[in-house]
């Protein structure tokens, strides 16, 4: 089949290589030309494991290749998908939806035939229903269908999950439609979860709800953290308790300094202008932005207590930047929030990241970036670990004492076991695991 993708970022670009690498012939666009001329000379302009050699093998099989020509790539497609960026709107919190009208704007030229148009970007409910109405102010109805079909890919992971999902979910009122998107998933029966048809609208509500649901599994586990330090209890063994209940699940139950990232953020602010809008507020979701928010600001407060009460003057390394580790996407990572914060304290920030640094340098002026963890340490005062990279699991716990000036280290991520930390003569302070002698 061949496919057209518009919008070449984390979600076009992976959702583009896998089809094609399960033998469709996909071309993808994207309207920044530097993006589209190092993807065509094989160079993955972003970090996810494993995507750079499959977009390779996949231009050298001729499945896969890259234009920022909306007609080029529509020829002859059977299906157009679009998968653009939908950020919060400034001041609103709503789905800001300018790219994705956009893209219907530009479909509703270049259709030659008869179309699918697939809504992959994350959109309110409603959404497919306004592309199609800016569709059909141009192309006759029967020339094209909308269809929704939300992604549900975590970054650092985003190929095996695309592969095997859970679950696809088709948001479809027109059996042409619906024909061609059980043939475009059908080379993944086997080992994808079940593909679930339901109405458009239904499918545009089932991403954002799944996304905020597991928003506020995070933020309530933080929130049980923290009464877990004031009553000497350990999250982790809470977390594992109640994880092990089938009907809660032990994923998205670890404890951390709030939820980052290009999805849950945006997700949960435009879930709750949508339901407000709606008349129909959901309380919950508007209590957890608010908790998050603020709990990245107490992380800063969290390093400055385990400094003794203040940062000013003092010189604290952080390890990661990005808002989970295996990518180097920094959208609202929580590090946005520490370092700004503990920089207006007073502090010197000096930084590593294994991936991150391109995105995090311009977004965080004034930090020194490190070449590896242990130049970052050296002369410290304290150590702060942001993200749980796989590198910051087994330091040489020994050179990193020796690096920091005061062998202070604050994990905001539980990677390392208190009793090791004690006996080696840290100060060592984590999340939600029993009294810490904070605050
Ligand atoms: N990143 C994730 O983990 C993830 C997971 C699931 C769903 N989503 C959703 O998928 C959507 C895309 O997210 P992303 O992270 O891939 O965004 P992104 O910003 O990485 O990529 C969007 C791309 O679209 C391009 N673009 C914008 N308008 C265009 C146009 N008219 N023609 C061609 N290209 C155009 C941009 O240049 C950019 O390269 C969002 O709605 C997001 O919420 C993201």
Not at 221 to 248: F, H, M, Q, W, Y
Request: proline content about 5%; aromatic content about 6%; overall charge neutral.
């Amino acid at each position: 089949m061949r496919i057209a993708m518009i919008g070449a970022g984390y979600v076009g670009l992976v959702t583009g290589t896998c089809l094609a690498d399960f033998g469709h012939d996909v071309v993808c666009v994207d309207t920044q030309a530097d993006k589209v001329a190092a993807l065509r000379v094989g160079r993955v302009p972003i970090y996810e494991p494993g995507l750079s050699e499959l977009v390779l093998a996949n231009q050298n099989a001729g499945r896969l290749s890259f234009t920022t020509s909306l007609k080029e790539a529509a020829r002859g497609a059977k299906a157009v998908f679009i998968a653009v960026g939908t950020p919060s709107l400034a001041g609103v919190g709503s789905a800001d939806l300018q790219y994705v009208h956009a893209a219907a704007r530009e479909i509703a030229e270049v259709v030659e035939d008869f179309a699918v148009v697939v809504v992959k970007s994350t959109v309110p409910v409603g959404t497919c229903d306004d592309v199609e109405r800016i569709i059909a102010e141009r192309l006759p109805r029967e020339r094209f269908a909308v269809v929704s079909n939300p992604e549900f890919l975590r970054e650092g992971a985003a190929i095996e999950d695309f592969k095997a999902p859970d679950r696809i979910i088709v948001g479809v009122e027109d059996e042409r439609a619906e024909a061609v998107m059980r043939e475009m998933y059908r080379p993944m029966e086997g080992f994808a979860g079940p593909l679930v048809v339901t109405a458009r609208r239904s499918s545009e509500m089932i991403k954002y709800a799944a996304n905020v649901f597991l928003a506020m599994k995070v933020t309530f586990i933080n929130e049980v953290a923290d009464l877990c330090e004031r009553v000497d209890a350990d999250v982790v063994d809470v977390s594992r308790g109640i994880g092990l209940d089938k009907r809660i699940g032990a994923r998205f139950l670890n404890p951390g300094p709030g939820f980052g990232g290009s999805c849950f953020p945006k997700d949960t602010l435009a879930l709750t202008k949508l339901a407000t809008d709606a008349k129909s507020p959901i309380r919950l979701v508007e209590t957890l932005v608010d908790v998050n928010q603020k709990r990245m600001v107490a992380m800063a407060r969290k390093i400055a207590g385990a400094c003794g009460g203040s940062v000013a003057g003092k010189r604290i390394a952080i390890l990661g930047l990005t808002y989970k580790p295996k990518t180097d996407d920094m959208r609202d990572a929580p590090s946005l929030v520490i370092v700004p914060e503990l920089q207006a304290a007073g502090a010197r920030i000096v930084a590593y990241d294994p991936e991150g640094a391109k995105m995090a340098g311009p977004l965080l002026p004034g930090v020194e970036f490190a070449e590896n963890a242990y130049a970052c340490l050296q002369g410290a005062d304290a150590a702060a670990i942001v993200t749980e990279w796989d590198e910051f699991r087994a330091l040489d716990l020994l050179r990193v004492k020796a690096a920091l000036k005061t062998p202070i280290v604050v994990d905001l991520r539980n990677i390392y076991p208190i009793k090791m930390m004690k006996d080696l003569g840290f100060r060592y302070v984590s999340i939600g695991r029993g009294y810490n002698g904070e605050g």
